[in-house]
Nanobody, 122 residues
Framework: QVKVVESGGALVQPGGSLRLSCTAS????????MDWYRQSPGKQRESVAR???????YYSDSVKGRFTISRDNANNTVYLQMNSLKPEDTAVYYC????????????????WGQGTQVTVSS
């Protein structure tokens, strides 16, 4: 069984910084692409950033230049460093990981975390 857990959400003032973490655990053979998504009340879940296993990264236009995604393959962990935070960054942030397990090595399945709340407010 595989588990994906996010952490690091908090209340922060506009202009502040925050670092989110997401770790996958369980019977993992390989973690492929990892993504951060976010969802605000009344809005659809949107992609924020993506990183491949080789650490090639992609960002949405709304966070480019302010957020940085990185990963630690040895610990199946992805990070999201968020700088110059704005009130519109307020959302629940979710981690998504594409994982091959020991039991099904030829399959790649998506796993979601439970989300972590980020609130940007003065």
């Amino acid at each position: 069984q595989v588990k994906v857990v996010e952490s690091g959400g908090a209340l922060v003032q506009p202009g502040g910084s925050l670092r989110l973490s997401c770790t996958a655990s369980g019977s993992i053979l390989s973690v492929h692409t990892m993504d951060w998504y976010r969802q605000s009340p009344g809005k659809q879940r949107e992609s924020v950033a993506r990183i491949t296993r080789d650490s090639i990264s992609y960002y949405s236009d709304s966070v480019k230049g302010r957020f940085t995604i990185s990963r630690d393959n040895a610990n199946n962990t992805v990070y999201l460093q968020m700088n110059s935070l704005k009130p519109e960054d307020t959302a629940v942030y979710y981690c998504n990981a594409e994982i091959s397990t020991i039991e099904t090595p030829m399959r790649v399945d998506e796993y979601w975390g439970q989300g972590t709340q980020v609130t940007v407010s003065s």
